[in-house]
């Protein structure tokens, strides 16, 4: 796996106020890195360093293995970045803001900028002053993609789209990765994360609290199955079994609620060995484990 993004104790202070602490990150080729945290975690922050908009307090860091600081021109051109706080000039049209920007980065994007306009139903020739939140974003969104860069550095980008863009832009964002090219998308959103990541990087309070594949962070979450019995089973029968980590008698006892960690095949098995009038089960919820991480300083 090469890393296009790495970072070693990168650290960035506005005075005494800490913006991220002893960053250390690996984002691989190819991934889309979902950077998840509630606001003020740090994200922007890094973002900002990453491109050189900040300079880092300590720490340092590489993108196509090019120094984050020392080679920002060239990591710029094989960027696309959408700021948090985006700032449009609005005497212009969206049109005529993409040509400049284009023309900034001396490549002729005029196709893709229709067809991505088309796509998110970006009206090019209107003012940006008299754009809605949504399509300023649009525009953004736009600006960032429209070089087909092989890195896109995305901060919160369907903040103040509409549920429809938004599973439009998840769905263009699957397609830049299948064509390999990498994604680092900072959000607080869990759903959004949850759907395109492959993997998740946590922060809080100014770190890193831990990273890994949304798979494993699905793994963590604990299922749990509600049987009911046509007879008052042994609750203690099943809360010796090793997936079996809580057990909730209900109904008189003649249901139980049972939380799961790991495999469910012994949970069936014994009951299968009574008359068992109803199950149902319950995967456990992603959202719970983030937010345990959130929450919890202890949840590493
Ligand atoms: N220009 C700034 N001056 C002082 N503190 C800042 C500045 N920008 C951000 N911070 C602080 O740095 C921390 C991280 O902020 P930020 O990176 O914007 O978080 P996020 O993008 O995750 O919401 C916050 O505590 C924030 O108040
Ligand atoms: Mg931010």
């Not at 007879?231 to 203690?236: F, G, Q």
């Amino acid at each position: 796996m090469v890393a296009v993004i790495e970072t070693v104790g990168l650290t960035k202070f506005y005075g005494d106020a800490p913006g991220i602490i002893d960053l250390d990150l690996e984002v691989r080729e190819g991934e889309i890195f979902g950077f998840l945290g509630p606001n003020g975690a740090g994200k922007s922050t890094t973002i900002r360093t990453l491109l050189n908009f900040l300079l880092p307090t300590r720490g340092s860091g590489t993108i196509f293995g090019l120094d984050i600081h020392r080679d920002t021109v060239a990591i710029k051109r094989r960027t696309g970045y959408l700021p948090g706080d985006l700032s449009l000039y609005d005497r212009m049209t969206a049109r005529e803001f993409l040509l400049y920007f284009a023309n900034l980065r001396k490549v002729d994007t005029r196709t893709h900028v229709r067809e991505l306009a088309d796509r998110f139903q970006l009206d090019l020739d209107r003012p940006i002053k008299n754009l809605s939140t949504g399509n300023r974003q649009k525009v953004g969104l736009v600006n960032a993609l429209m070089h087909e860069p092989e890195l896109l550095i995305l901060d919160e980008p369907t903040s103040g789209l509409d549920p429809l863009m938004r599973q439009e832009f998840l769905d263009l964002l699957e397609e830049v990765r299948e064509e390999g090219r990498t994604v680092f998308l900072s959000s607080h959103i869990l759903p959004e994360v949850e759907r395109v990541a492959d993997r998740v990087g946590i922060v809080r309070d100014q770190h890193l609290v831990t990273v890994d594949s949304v798979e494993a962070f699905k793994g963590l979450a604990n299922a749990t199955v509600t049987i009911r019995f046509a007879s008052i089973p042994d609750p203690r029968s099943f809360a010796a079994l090793e997936s079996v980590i809580g057990v909730d008698p209900r109904n008189g006892g003649d249901t139980l609620v049972l939380t799961i960690d790991g495999t469910i095949d012994e949970v069936i098995k014994m009951a299968a060995e009574q008359e068992v009038l109803s199950i149902s089960t319950r995967s456990g919820e992603l959202e719970e484990v983030f937010l345990s991480y959130y929450t919890d300083a202890d949840a590493q």
